[in-house]
């Protein structure tokens, strides 16, 4: 009797079933035979696989059944990604099964037989590396594999048995984890070997144009090795040792790239750090200073590493506590008012050594009677006149001379005070929500071209009075510690908000000097 197995690209193979039984038990080892895993009542006495170069494998069991009336056995496979799934007995008719929810597992529904094949096509098997491909498989019994034509056994693997059948290798394994290697087509010649070696030549130039000063050492080892090796025919270590310092040199630019953001990551976030919270750690400077180090001679996976160190070191560094806003409103106060009183003690002091000077208008001076008719003429022409109708505004310091002479002598009926004209801006001192939020309003017609955030962080600074702590911004928005900074230095160029030092920390302040409420 004939039985047809069917491959994936659609051509048939007919082999005589009797001989693939008799080459199979010919090969696989008694206790292979005999040894199966059993699941439900049921037991592989073998396991044969066929290879393809497309790298799909075609499955077959041969599996013996302990209760052939059993209404249900379950039997599980090899693999997962299962397709073209036959059961038929020893006289090729199909039993019945069904599939459950788990992809590799079968059930039989009284299969009438003691016996049975199960074949099936699978490409769980094999993984590809450029020309090699990789045959993995944990096996609970022997098994028997076939090469595809043309095929070169590059890594054997656990000590196989290998035949020829006709020009293609069949190999035999005892059970456990079996893993071997092969590449199909031609292998070991000079011109293969010349072809990826420059191949490898090409990566590593085009790795050090993306990434200058990167250090590409051991790529450049490798690929003069297989260099020296194809010059000595060795043409198989050549190519082996070209495919090396390709992966090598791809690989060193990837951890290049990757080491120089975790750098640049780590100096943004440290030196943020120390603007906003008082940061003097010797210890995560150091840790930079060896990341960089460490770049600098080519060790980037280590230099990735300690820039993480000192971002995790940064992220367990203890910062100051902050404190309150209106505490620190209450210190500016007092810190005002302490100045305040000094400068009436000191001009306390001034005015017994300094002249007061008499400022009055022509009209305002007191009215003399006949016992003080010796005022001359010339006197009155002494007199201050200003040279427009408005009375200039008088400095502070006059001012406030002007009011302390009126207390002493009490001579004067009226001392004149210029009243300045109303602003048309505020000025940096107590100012309320709405009027911030006016002079914010103006500030983003003015601006449109400020990002969202940066408005909405204005805004949020119009409604804490015109101040607030870098934290209580990070806090509001929720955003990362070096985004919250860029923000605010994108801020102060604008010239819209100015960095204050409080308490070790970094009090961010409106700028409204000038804005127009």
């Given at each position: 009797?004939?039985?047809?197995?069917?491959?994936?690209?659609?051509?048939?193979?007919?082999?005589?079933?009797?001989?693939?039984?008799?080459?199979?038990?010919?090969?696989?080892?008694?206790?292979?035979?005999?040894?199966?895993?059993?699941?439900?009542?049921?037991?592989?006495?073998?396991?044969?696989?066929?290879?393809?170069?497309?790298?799909?494998?075609?499955?077959?069991?041969?599996?013996?059944?302990?209760?052939?009336?059993?209404?249900?056995?379950?039997?599980?496979?090899?693999?997962?990604?299962?397709?073209?799934?036959?059961?038929?007995?020893?006289?090729?008719?199909?039993?019945?099964?069904?599939?459950?929810?788990?992809?590799?597992?079968?059930?039989?529904?009284?299969?009438?037989?003691?016996?049975?094949?199960?074949?099936?096509?699978?490409?769980?098997?094999?993984?590809?590396?450029?020309?090699?491909?990789?045959?993995?498989?944990?096996?609970?019994?022997?098994?028997?594999?076939?090469?595809?034509?043309?095929?070169?056994?590059?890594?054997?693997?656990?000590?196989?048995?290998i035949?020829?059948?006709?020009?293609?290798?069949?190999?035999?394994?005892?059970?456990?984890?079996?893993r071997?290697?092969?590449?199909?087509?031609?292998?070991?010649?000079?011109?293969?070997?010349?072809?990826?070696?420059k191949?490898?030549?090409?990566?590593?130039?085009?790795?050090?144009?993306?990434?200058?000063?990167?250090?590409?050492?051991?790529?450049?080892?490798?690929?003069?090795?297989?260099?020296?090796?194809?010059?000595?025919?060795?043409?198989?270590?050549?190519?082996?040792?070209?495919?090396?310092?390709?992966?090598?040199?791809?690989?060193?630019?990837?951890?290049?790239?990757?080491?120089?953001?975790?750098?640049?990551?780590?100096?943004?976030?440290?030196?943020?750090?120390a603007?906003?919270?008082?940061?003097?750690?010797?210890?995560?400077?150091?840790?930079?200073?060896?990341?960089?180090?460490?770049?600098?001679?080519?060790?980037?996976?280590?230099?990735?590493?300690?820039?993480?160190?000192?971002?995790?070191?940064?992220?367990?560094?203890?910062t100051?506590?902050?404190?309150?806003?209106?505490?620190?409103?209450?210190?500016?106060?007092?810190?005002?008012v302490?100045?305040?009183?000094?400068?009436?003690?000191?001009?306390?002091?001034r005015?017994?050594?300094?002249?007061?000077?008499?400022?009055?208008?022509?009209?305002?001076?007191?009215k003399?009677?006949?016992?003080?008719?010796?005022?001359?003429?010339?006197?009155?022409?002494?007199?201050?006149?200003?040279?427009?109708?408005?009375?200039?505004?008088?400095?502070?310091?006059?001012?406030?001379?002007?009011?302390?002479?009126?207390?002493?002598?009490?001579?004067?009926?009226?001392?004149?005070?210029?009243?300045?004209?109303?602003?048309?801006?505020?000025?940096?001192?107590?100012?309320?929500?709405?009027?911030?939020?006016?002079?914010?309003?103006?500030i983003?017609?003015?601006?449109?071209?400020?990002?969202?955030?940066?408005?909405?962080?204005?805004?949020?600074?119009?409604?804490?009075?015109?101040?607030?702590?870098?934290?209580?911004?990070?806090?509001?928005?929720?955003?990362?510690?070096?985004?919250?900074?860029r923000?605010?230095?994108?801020?102060?160029?604008?010239?819209?908000?100015?960095?204050?030092?409080?308490?070790?920390?970094?009090?961010?302040?409106?700028?409204?000097?000038?804005?127009?409420?």
């Open positions: 009797m004939i039985s047809a197995y069917h491959w994936k690209d659609g051509a048939r193979i007919f082999i005589p079933e009797m001989l693939l039984l008799f080459v199979i038990l010919a090969i696989v080892p008694a206790s292979a035979q005999e040894v199966g895993e059993e699941e439900g009542g049921s037991s592989a006495s073998s396991l044969f696989i066929a290879l393809f170069a497309n790298g799909d494998a075609l499955v077959e069991y041969n599996v013996g059944i302990e209760d052939p009336l059993a209404e249900e056995i379950r039997f599980k496979l090899f693999g997962d990604d299962i397709t073209d799934l036959i059961v038929v007995d020893y006289e090729d008719n199909a039993v019945e099964f069904n599939r459950t929810e788990i992809p590799n597992e079968i059930v039989l529904n009284r299969p009438n037989a003691s016996n049975l094949k199960i074949s099936y096509t699978t490409s769980d098997f094999l993984s590809k590396d450029r020309r090699e491909w990789i045959f993995s498989l944990n096996s609970t019994i022997g098994l028997s594999v076939k090469l595809p034509p043309d095929s070169i056994l590059t890594d054997p693997g656990e000590n196989p048995s035949v020829l059948a006709g020009d293609q290798q069949l190999l035999t394994y005892k059970p456990g984890n079996i071997f290697v092969y590449v199909i087509g031609t292998l070991g010649t000079e011109e293969q070997a010349n072809i990826v070696i191949a490898a030549e090409t990566t590593i130039v085009q790795i050090n144009n993306n990434h200058p000063g990167v250090v590409l050492t051991s790529a450049r080892d490798l690929l003069q090795r297989a260099i020296v090796a194809r010059d000595d025919s060795r043409f198989t270590e050549a190519e082996r040792l070209a495919d090396q310092a390709n992966d090598a040199a791809i690989a060193t630019g990837r951890e290049y790239a990757a080491a120089q953001g975790a750098l640049a990551d780590a100096e943004e976030q440290i030196n943020s750090a603007g906003g919270t008082g940061l003097d750690n010797a210890v995560i400077g150091q840790m930079l200073e060896q990341a960089n180090n460490e770049f600098a001679m080519g060790n980037y996976t280590e230099a990735r590493s300690s820039a993480q160190d000192a971002i995790a070191a940064l992220d367990d560094n203890p100051q506590p902050e404190i309150p806003i209106p505490v620190v409103i209450a210190a500016i106060a007092v810190a005002a302490a100045g305040g009183i000094g400068t009436i003690v000191f001009f306390r002091k005015k017994h050594s300094k002249p007061l000077p008499q400022l009055h208008k022509a009209n305002d001076l007191p003399t009677n006949t016992s003080n008719s010796n005022i001359s003429s010339g006197a009155a022409a002494a007199v201050f006149r200003p040279t427009n109708s408005f009375a200039p505004v008088r400095p502070k310091q006059d001012v406030v001379e002007v009011e302390e002479q009126q207390e002493m002598t009490g001579s004067l009926e009226e001392t004149t005070t210029s009243i300045p004209p109303m602003q048309t801006t505020t000025s940096d001192s107590q100012i309320d929500s709405s009027i911030l939020s006016r002079i914010v309003g103006n983003l017609v003015e601006k449109p071209h400020l990002r969202p955030e940066d408005q909405e962080v204005l805004k949020f600074l119009a409604e804490k009075e015109g101040a607030a702590f870098e934290s209580e911004i990070r806090s509001k928005f929720q955003l990362p510690k070096t985004t919250i900074w923000l605010v230095k994108r801020l102060e160029r604008e010239e819209l908000v100015e960095i204050r030092k409080a308490g070790g920390q970094n009090l961010i302040k409106l700028r409204f000097e000038d804005k127009q409420v």
